[in-house]
């Protein structure tokens, strides 16, 4: 038997769920999604594109390995909510500080255990992600629902000022540094510039309310995009700016939001997926090389497939549809074959993850180089 307080998971179609008092005692609420990794709920929690979202983990325990004070993702836990099945009693690893729990606890976050996650998960399946409330503090389960029906949707939110930098901040190169980057932070996590170090880049990152100016003050060599949370349909400044990034033929690579971004800039649209994709097991086709990856995945929202297929016309030239999800065949990437420009949907930073999708770094720098020889055979022609 539990010694927990009783807890409620109420679904905005009068679902109920029924469990265990688990993290922060209280009410939260937000949109219903579940991420299907086997590992890494502390990169999860931490990720601020899941911010708004109540996450609910497939994986049937959880806290395991407690939590530590190096994988965090970002500077806080950002989900609004956590669900579980059964909450690991002890934490046992060697690099764990304190146990899940604990963390949840000091943060705030209320979640709810003892619930049966496969049902809830097969639940958003049939009828697609949803809005939630869990409360640890009344078991009522009509007063929570009208809460849950009061609650703003996902589709139409705006959450990337809520996450981001309020001020530039550098991440510097290992080694030797040979290129810089500036990067928008729509909801960065901490892995990416890392990985960009890791291949001798500088990255700045900045608010994601940057004006183009201030993006390129340092006269960078590319601009990455970041992922993120809410409705891509609302980031109208920053497909703005990157229409001007592909005016100007800045070097640009996007992950995720930023591959929403990239593509609203060229012309598609997106839309809400029924119940998206998160985890870290979701096998995507890179149609340069035909080589199928394990990739990292946590999108609600996807571009549009362009009508005419694989490769579609736009103002910046012609693109290519480059990556595909081998589940669904929803878009996972871009690449502009007449501007320095290209995306994926997914997490190639992978935290956590499989490394598979790492290539799309080096990518990043055979572009910068590419376009350095290119302006400097530009500027010898001009001389
Ligand atoms: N990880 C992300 O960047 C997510 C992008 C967007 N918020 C979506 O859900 O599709």
Known sequence: MSSRAPAILVLEDGRVFRGAAYGSVGETFGEAVFNTGMTGYQETLTDP????????????QIGNTGWNDEDDESRRIWVAGYVVRDASRTASNWRAERGLEDELAAQGVVGICEVDTRALTRHLRDKGAMRVGISSRSTDAEELLAKVRDTPQMAGANHVGAVTASEPYTYQAKGTPKYTVAALDLGIKRNTPRRLAERGITTTVYPAYATVDLLLDGNPDAVFLSNGPGDPATAEHQVELTREL???????FGICFGNQILGRALGLETYKLKFGHRGVN????????????????NHGFALKAPESGEYFDTEFGRVQVSHVCLNDGVVEGLTCLDAPAYSVQYHPEAAAGPHDADYLFDRLVELIENTRSNDSKGAKANA
């Open 49 to 60: 594109s899941y911010y708004g979202q109540v996450v609910a983990q497939t994986a049937p």
């Open 282 to 297: 979701q096998p995507v086709l890179d149609r340069h090389t035909d080589k199928i990856e394990i990739t990292a995945h």
């Open 246 to 252: 592909l005016r100007r033929r800045v070097p640009v």
